[in-house]
């Protein structure tokens, strides 16, 4: 675990929120494995509602499963929970965070199929980042003895949800075309992947230039997100792609319906474009909303074109398809038992780095997934620069809102 106390630099005990940590008041010291450390977000807003604090460590229920978390993984939808504009999101504070592997370390009543020492991963309504976390069993999956846990956490979101993308909703065939945005990301590589599994897919990547050189060989073609990219792929591919892969929304939402060909498919799974500041902007959700074509049914119908969306935690813990994605995930531990996937790791964090970790990813400079490394003890010089040009930043927020 990532050493406490006297171990502990000055720079990260000023990150231990302790008011937040009231709630542990009257149990047990953490020696008595009564408290943990979690993350935690006190409020909606920017990196300074993040926190990581002490709290009451949760025991399992009744078909639950507890586990003691050895790595999380961290989406662009946590950056978008951290600032509310998600849908209903719960009152904070709260301890952010959908997914993680680790190690079972007790079950509740009535659970069967895991035992103690099982390493496992597993989807979480939140509370993902923490030293345990409890969970139902319809939500574990047993890990590949030759996966590591980084690879874990960076698997089951990610990976489940190119797969239901490409082959549950867009039925992905032998010498279709895909279009994805965001190449370079976690699900990005994922669908890459994915995608290699099936002869002579041909895969259109959406990247910053800046990662052309370490994704290219993953995709068929490369563009930069900042061209013209619809006008580069009608040159490759003048009748348009089969599959068009959104996490953006905005403009590329006209520009995807425009691209498929008769009998294509939209997929929309995500909305990035709508967060540009550190905080929730009316003014960025408003201009990326208004800039979605508006679609005509008639016109879907007059074009033989199929519009999606597609939520895998909605489709998990609103709309009760455990068995469906359980299916999935059979799907793909065999194929990364086969050796044809695997995930790709951008870089490893401690709990106490979270903050860096989430500003990594607004900057969309990540190459695959990033991992919260529970046991990773914190770099004290990043954390203290990290602190200085947050203070820094929120400075500049202040004086230009003044202005």
Known sequence: MAKEGADMTEETEHMIDKNLGKEG??????????????????GFGGLNKLRVTKKTMPEPQEGEVKIRVKACGLNFLDLMVRQGTIDNPPKPPLVPGFECSGIVESVGENTKGFEIGDRVMAFVNYN????????????????????????????????????????????????????????????????AQLCSTVPSVTVFGIASCFKHVAIRDSVTHLFDRNTDYVQEVKKLSPEGVDIVLDCLCGENTGKGLGLLKPLGTYILYGASNMVTGETKSFFSFAKSWWQVEKVNPIKLYEENKVIAGFSLLNLLFKQGRCNLVKTVMEKLLTLYNQKKIKPVVDSLWALEEVKEAMQRIHDRGNIGKLILDVEKSPTPLLVELSEGLLSNWLFVQSHFAQL
């Open 25 to 42: 008041d009257n149990v047990e010291s953490s020696a008595h494995a009564k408290e943990m450390r979690a993350v935690m977000l006190a």
């Open 128 to 191: 993902a980042w923490a030293e345990v976390v409890c969970t139902p069993v319809d939500f574990v999956y047993k890990m590949p003895d030759e996966m590591t846990f980084p690879e874990a956490a960076a698997f089951s979101l990610n990976f489940v949800a190119a797969y239901m993308m490409l082959f549950e909703v867009a039925n992905l065939r032998e010498g279709m075309s895909v279009l994805v945005h965001s190449a370079g990301g976690g699900v990005g590589q994922a669908v």
